[in-house]
């Protein structure tokens, strides 16, 4: 067949056109794809429904929980908020979306309001198929401790295991590090892009604290076996801040003087080891930590029970000086008993503290502590002697059961206590001493309860509330092992979840 040559070349040229915007087209989608496919992906990540679980020891994690689901309802999503004890397997698989913030106490061990999840959930989860389950982790912890964040990254861990996929990276909180937060929060602005209100006021830039000026500083323990023991009173360079007892004192290290003259980095009317009070530099001059050692701390921030209430107008601490096992001083403790002068402002933040609330003064109360634990149960007994003070008949008994080293050295606030008993707020109160000077063997406040078994089941029964405020290691830990030795530990875990076990330890 013969074929006009014109003709031919034109049905190339359109054959060629045709192929070449094919071509163009298929490259064009084909370049556009991947965004298309993110966009659809992120579509998928965006929750309308979210679960977000807290593991919250001092506030800080109940906070933020709180804190973010605000913001995600801010975009019109529906959160919900709870311990994560009231979390368990059915809830898991029921769930799209999880957002949990999960603080670390001690060395890698869960907060106590983790303890039901941790005993009864935690060791079933890698086992669950939670494939349809997207998560995210929020950690927060202390570098100082090796197994730092331990509890978080067990968290993610585990959900790991269970099959459930990342929305993003576990983040890591060292000590509410601002810049770590501040991550957080642009995780959560992604799960909603363009739906989220810029965030110009709220806490991601610095939290609003107040100053406080150093009043009074006290050491209560001269001549102790043990450390120092410092009361130190606050008073707000502004208003008073609202707060309950239980709550915590949030400081923040900042620099010292380092020329400062060591006679203005004590208290001037501070007792020495022997006792003897009056103007005096101890340790001697030369022997004071040096400030630069203080400075590398600058910026941490150390929670510290608070031992007043608003009533009283001014911020009380009970501080014990700590020395590290090279022999220096706690950064913490040394600044704010041995280089804080008198008369200097600090930033303190008072940070809610649901967890150690107590819900109703008429339930009876055992107070259980040691050292500058007296702190918290100085408040509790504070807040009770107001109750008291305004309707009697709302007030249910208490007895404080009182550990510390010696019995000549060793009694802080015992006026206040004999009062509290003179006048039905405490309706009895026990000590022990691990350091008695008469010969007898040394008791640790546990032992007491181990003694006064039968009344602790009494009081128990009746529907006490257990309130231990004191040092983890030294008190929690024993007052843990006396109750699961007395009780056991359904009835611990029964306590606990029903918010009748409290513990303030640090």
């Not at 579509?43 to 929980?65: C, D, F, H, I, K």
């Not at 060395?107 to 669950?128: I, K, Q, S, Y």
């Not at 406080?212 to 001549?223: D, E, K, S």
């Not at 008993?421 to 022990?432: F, S, T, W």
């Amino acid at each position: 067949m013969n074929t006009d040559p014109l003709r031919l070349l034109a049905a190339m040229a359109l054959g060629l056109a045709w192929v070449g915007w094919t071509a163009w087209v298929w490259w064009r989608n084909r370049a556009v794809q991947p965004d298309a496919m993110e966009e659809r992906a992120g579509a998928a990540e965006r929750p309308s429904t979210v679960l977000m679980p807290y593991a919250s020891q001092t506030g800080l994690a109940a906070a933020l929980a709180h804190e973010a689901a605000a913001r995600l309802r801010a975009a019109g999503m529906a959160v919900t908020v709870l311990p994560l004890s009231a979390v368990d397997t059915a809830r898991l698989r029921a769930t799209s979306f999880l957002l949990i913030v999960a603080s670390t106490i001690g060395e890698g061990d869960p907060p106590d309001n983790a303890a039901a999840f941790v005993a009864r959930t935690l060791p079933a989860v890698p086992g669950l198929s939670l494939t349809g389950l997207r998560y995210g982790v929020l950690a927060l912890g202390d570098r100082h401790y090796r197994r730092f964040c331990g509890f978080g990254r067990a968290l993610d861990q585990a959900l790991a295991a269970s099959g459930a996929q990342r929305l993003f990276d576990r983040i890591d909180v060292d000590q509410g590090d601002p810049q770590a937060l501040a991550a957080w929060r642009r995780a959560l602005d992604r799960l909603a892009p363009g739906r989220l209100a810029p965030p110009e006021s709220e806490s991601e830039s610095e939290p609003s604290i107040v100053r406080w000026q150093l009043a009074a500083r006290t050491h209560l323990n001269p001549g102790s076996p043990g450390e120092p023991l410092y009361h130190l009173v606050f008073e707000p360079l502004g208003p008073t801040p609202a707060w309950r007892a239980g709550d915590i004192a949030r400081i923040v290290l900042e620099e010292t003087e380092p020329d400062a003259p060591a006679q203005d980095l004590v208290d001037a009317h501070t007792a020495g080891p022997s006792g003897a009070t009056g103007p005096q530099v101890w340790p001697a001059a030369g022997s004071v930590r040096p400030a630069g050692d203080v400075l590398a701390g600058a910026g941490e921030v150390r929670d510290y029970s608070l031992a007043s209430l608003p009533s009283d107008g001014r911020a009380e601490l009970l501080v014990r000086l700590h020395r590290r096992s090279d022999g220096g001083l706690g950064r913490g403790s040394g600044w704010l008993t041995r280089q804080l002068p008198l008369g200097a402002s600090i930033r303190l933040d008072v940070r809610a503290n649901p967890a150690c609330h107590v819900p109703e003064a008429r339930l009876p109360l055992i107070l259980v502590g040691s050292g500058s634990g007296l702190a918290g149960l100085r408040a509790q007994l504070k807040a009770r002697g107001e109750t008291l003070g305004r309707q009697p008949s709302a007030c249910g008994p208490a007895w404080l059961l009182f550990g510390e080293r010696s019995p000549a050295h060793d009694r802080p606030f015992a006026d206040e206590i004999d009062a509290w008993l003179a006048q039905g707020v405490l309706q009895r109160a026990d000590h022990a001493y691990s350091r008695p000077a008469d010969g007898r063997p040394g008791r640790h406040v546990q032992s007491l309860l181990v003694q006064h078994a039968a009344e602790l089941r009494d009081w128990l029964d009746a529907g006490a509330l257990l309130y231990v405020c004191g040092s983890r290691q030294r008190l929690g830990e024993g007052v843990e092992q006396a109750l699961l030795q007395l009780l056991g530990d359904e009835a611990v875990l029964a306590l606990r979840e029903a918010g009748r076990y409290r513990r303030d330890v640090y």
